[in-house]
């Protein structure tokens, strides 16, 4: 079994964690509402070619991912309890896994066309890739190499928070509103990996 010392992580870190993780709990409980049908429902997301079935899978997938992904980093409940970050561990994989699927399908049916369906699509084949990778290291108990591959596919799973955390700031901004989600494509995790990958440098 590989180990590393961690680190204890600071209070600027642990505030960026914990905001994460909150809106990450916000937004994966809004999106439910797309699994009963209620509330508002985006009409171009509805309008998207592939809509159904697979909005409802990736959906399904997705959220229960970013539901539970945050707890997954937080050490005393990982160390006190392994077999409930195990279990839980489980249950994120198979989100990911359904939702990048769902994702994936859905992609090239987007309708802000193929600049959009590219990064939705690239998007997923990364997230799919992390997370698998991040699977098969904890059941081969290389756990520096897991805390690493969960940390990148923890960071994808935020896309849907800083997805809409732009869609919120784009009116501000003159910009077409197609072109700007088209241009949120591809920012709503391309950044999100980098600062991943400039975290697991200094960690
Ligand atoms: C990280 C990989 C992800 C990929 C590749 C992906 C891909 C997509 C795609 C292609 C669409 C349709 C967009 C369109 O038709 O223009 C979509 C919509 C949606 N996705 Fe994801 N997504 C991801 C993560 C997530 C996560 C983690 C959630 C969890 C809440 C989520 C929830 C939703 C919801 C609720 C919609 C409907 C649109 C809305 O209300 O804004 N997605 N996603």
Known sequence: MTTQAMR???WPGRLWWGLA????????????RYLAGVGPLAPNVLANTFAAPWLIVHVAGA???LLIGSFQFIGPLR???PVAHRWT??????GCLVGGVGGLMLA???TAGPVAAAGFAVLAMFWLTTTTLGWR???ARDFVAHRRWMIRSWALTLAAVTLRLYMVGTPLIPVDPVDGYRAI???CWVPNLLIAELYLRRA
Do not use: H, N, Q
């Open 63 to 65: 959220a229960t991912a």
């Open 108 to 110: 090239p049916g987007s």
């Open 79 to 81: 160390r006190r309890v």
């Open 8 to 10: 204890p992580m600071r």
């Open 21 to 32: 993780g909150l809106l990450s709990l916000l937004v994966a409980v809004f999106s439910y």
């Open 185 to 187: 494509a591809w920012l």
């Open 89 to 94: 561990g489980r249950v994120y994989a198979v």
């Open 137 to 139: 290291t904890a059941v």
